[in-house]
């Protein structure tokens, strides 16, 4: 009888370690971006992200007002009550979508984007957010690819010594025309910053490339520091935008291959309402990701 005792209450505490073990799985940081919720003020973005347990959120406009460093909500005057809006709120800002492009080649169109890039440096730095987004963008046909592609490494440098004191980092997101992932490797190889990395977007990748997300993440896991993730049915006739589960995009391969890899950033649903109107409405949308997201991920 007591050696039974002693087996139920050692068996007792393994069970109780295992729930504690359970209880403590870590979980997936999910943040939206407010490109799908581009009639929204920020108090309902906020709002909405609590309801909807987002514990991040990614800026990429407000009420469609893209140029955020000069939006009044991040003046001078307001700045600290916004951030005191989302610590009270216990979120978090993870990322700050700029428009800035690296691939221009003429000195002036070059400079305009640096300089609004830095402008979205200062502005993170300001709220304690740690990614800024830039695009690569394009590789036009009237440039030689070889330049485009060391302009874009050029700008790179110089933004990530810009962002140095800063504590953000300079993340080029796989977009555009750069969404193969050799010459996003050769980018971020050559870049060799410790304040540059990636957002990976692998659908805007695998839509074209139809390179499988599991091999592109092995190759760029490195530099992956954000995401962008989004389903879509994708089909001779193009791409139409789903709720996540819906399309056909390999979203799971990409997911898992993120957690297996030791991922441990956000994964942020990146809705594009604003540029696709006739999609689902966000009160739809956001809610839908949030619900659905462990599906994929477990």
């Given amino acids: 009888m007591k050696n039974r005792r002693a087996f139920l209450k050692q068996s007792s505490g393994l069970i109780g370690l295992s729930a504690w073990h359970i ?18 003020d920020f108090p309902q973005v906020i709002q909405h992200a609590v309801k909807n347990a987002y514990s991040g959120i990614e800026i990429r406009g407000i009420k469609g007002n893209l140029d955020l460093p000069t939006h009044p909500i991040f003046s001078q005057s307001n700045i ?6 989302v610590q009270d709120a216990g979120l978090k ?30 502005l993170a730095s300001q709220l ?4 800024i987004r830039v695009f690569p963008n394009d590789l036009p046909k009237d440039q030689d690819e070889k330049e485009t592609v060391q302009a874009i490494i050029q700008s790179l440098i ?28 050769h980018i971020m190889q050559e870049t060799n910053h410790a304040q540059v990395g990636l957002v990976w977007d692998f659908f805007n990748m695998w839509s074209i490339t139809k390179e499988p997300p ?23 006739s193009g791409e139409k935008y789903t709720l996540l589960g819906e399309g056909n995009a390999p979203v799971k391969e ?11 950033g956000y994964y942020s649903f990146e809705w594009e309402k604003l540029w696709h109107p006739e ?19 477990q």
Avoid at 80 to 85: C, F, L, N, W
Avoid at 216 to 236: E, G, P, W
Avoid at 289 to 296: D, G, L, M
Wanted: aromatic residues 10%; contains cysteine.
């Fill in 23 to 40: 209880f403590q799985a870590p979980k997936a940081l999910l943040s939206f971006s407010t490109l799908g919720c581009p009639a929204w």
């Fill in 80 to 85: 600290s009550s916004t951030k005191r809006q």
């Fill in 93 to 122: 800002i993870v990322n700050l979508g700029s428009s800035a492009n690296m691939h221009f080649l003429d000195p002036k169109k070059k400079q305009s984007n640096l300089d609004e890039a830095k402008k979205f440096i200062e």
């Fill in 128 to 131: 304690s957010c740690p990614f």
């Fill in 158 to 185: 110089e933004l990530g010594n810009f962002a140095k004191s800063s504590g953000v980092k300079v993340l080029l997101e796989s977009h555009g025309k750069v969404i193969k992932s050799d010459m996003l490797l």
């Fill in 214 to 236: 599991a091999q592109v993440y092995s190759l760029l896991k490195k530099y992956i520091l954000h995401t962008h993730i989004k389903d879509a049915i994708v089909s001779d």
């Fill in 254 to 264: 990409a997911l898992l291959a993120l957690k297996a890899g030791g991922y441990t």
């Fill in 279 to 297: 999609i689902q409405e966000p009160e739809i949308a956001i809610p839908h990701f949030s619900k659905n997201f462990s599906k994929f991920w």
